[in-house]
């Protein structure tokens, strides 16, 4: 298995610019097997290195996810709806605690 520090790591996908990344964007800069790449998210998550945020993405900063980017990525057909777009437009003042996905697909 070829050795790779989380700080090398770190430093190799945040030149993607992206306030998350998924396992196939890990993938891209990791030459080990796959099964060895989710011991090291799964160390690395016990260690609050990076955060889980849901069905294969994760982020090395919680308070720094676009949201609305991942909800698109998630979800290609999706849109923010409802009250997160009543603020994000500036027409009200409350802060959502949720976002709402609205698709016509499945829930998920």
Do not use: C
């Not at 190799?12 to 992206?18: L, N």
């Not at 057909?77 to 009200?92: M, R």
Request: hydrophobic share 30%; glycine share 4%; charged share 20%.
């Amino acid at each position: 298995m070829p050795k790779i520090s989380y700080q090398q790591f770190k430093k190799q996908v945040e030149t993607t610019r992206k306030s998350f990344f998924s396992t196939n964007d890990l993938k891209k800069f990791y030459q080990g097997k796959t099964g060895s790449l989710f011991v090291l998210l799964s160390n690395w998550k016990k260690n609050n290195w990076i955060h889980h945020l849901g069905r294969d993405y994760y982020t090395f900063n919680i308070a720094q996810v676009d949201y609305l980017n991942l909800a698109n990525t998630l979800d290609g057909t999706s849109y923010i709806s409802f009250e997160y777009a009543l603020y994000y437009h500036n027409w009200i003042d409350q802060v959502p605690t949720t976002i709402t996905l609205a698709t016509q697909k499945r829930s998920r």
